[in-house]
């Protein structure tokens, strides 16, 4: 098992950065270009969804830990910001709390539909946590 830590500030320049750092991560599993780009979507959705989110009122990090084992990867990305008062309501597709700001609301079902595993751990005032995997043929 191999495993990668990286803390970033909750900006938008770093969205691309923490997506090009995980997936050369993930290379050492030589992934197909759909599971390469399965995992970089995902992790786009997942960083950009803390940037918007997370810290509405305040500048605040981003942890991102992977974790790699025989055929697949793990990733957990994590806030310590405002959380999410109902996450079930929040996995509802199409449903966003920024809908003045053009958001579609399908960022987690975009992430769910191209991870093997995904869930959601958050509560409101105690940050967010997304744990997902992703399973390399």
């Known amino acids: 098992m191999n495993k990668m830590?990286?803390?970033?500030?909750?900006?938008?320049e770093n969205e691309a950065f923490v997506?090009?750092?995980?997936?050369?991560?993930?290379?050492?599993?030589?992934?197909?270009?759909?599971?390469?780009?399965?995992?970089?979507?995902t992790v786009s959705e997942a960083v950009t969804n803390a940037?918007?989110?997370?810290?509405?009122d305040?500048?605040?990090?981003?942890l991102i830990e992977c974790e790699i084992g025989e055929r697949y990867i793990k990733i957990v990305i994590s806030d310590s910001g405002v959380g999410i008062p109902c996450v079930e309501l929040a996995l509802q597709p199409f449903y966003t709390t920024k809908e003045d700001d053009e958001r579609s609301g399908?960022?987690?079902?975009?992430?769910?539909?191209f991870m093997d595993e995904f869930e959601v751990v958050?509560?409101?005032?105690?940050?967010?946590?997304l744990i997902m995997t992703k399973k390399i043929a």
Do not use: C, W
């Open 5 to 12: 830590t990286l803390k970033v500030s909750a900006r938008s």
């Open 19 to 41: 997506r090009t750092v995980v997936s050369a991560f993930m290379l050492q599993l030589n992934p197909s270009l759909e599971e390469l780009s399965d995992v970089k979507t």
């Open 51 to 56: 940037i918007v989110h997370a810290y509405p």
């Open 58 to 62: 305040r500048e605040g990090d981003i």
């Open 106 to 113: 399908l960022g987690f079902t975009i992430m769910r539909s």
């Open 122 to 129: 958050s509560s409101s005032g105690a940050g967010t946590r």
